[in-house]
């Protein structure tokens, strides 16, 4: 996420798209999150479906600095957010701590994995 494209993040918000990363040297397993691959139970994380607004999230609409976003569901929205660095650190921000809260997900799917 922290190097995902603008258009990637729109995504990601939209439509989901996460999966888990797993590699296996003898008894050690690294597992982290990444944009792509098959669709799995991480592949929802961080999507909104436009009912939430990712970028008032964090400020709220009432103390957003970049003014009042386009409705959702519109070509309009997603050309704003593309256009917006602030919006988009903001989209970063909400997907990290959604992953955050996520780990035990991501654990279970490891130890499933690790069982097959």
């Known amino acids: 996420m922290r190097n995902a ?21 003898g008894d050690i397993v690294q597992a982290r999150i990444t944009l792509g691959g098959p669709r ?7 999507k909104t479906d436009g009912r939430l607004p990712v970028t008032e999230a964090f400020l709220g609409g009432s103390v957003a600095a970049w003014g009042t976003p386009p409705q959702q569901g519109g070509p ?3 050309q704003w957010f593309l256009s917006n660095e602030l919006a988009q650190e903001h989209a970063r921000q909400y997907l990290m ?9 991501l654990a279970s799917f490891v130890d499933e994995w690790m069982t097959r």
């Open 76 to 78: 309009a929205r997603e």
């Open 5 to 25: 494209s603008a258009a990637q993040l729109w995504l990601v918000h939209q439509a989901g798209g996460l999966g888990a990363a797993i590699h296996a040297e």
């Open 40 to 46: 799995n139970t991480l592949s929802d994380i961080g």
């Open 97 to 105: 701590a959604e992953i955050g809260e996520k780990r035990d997900l």
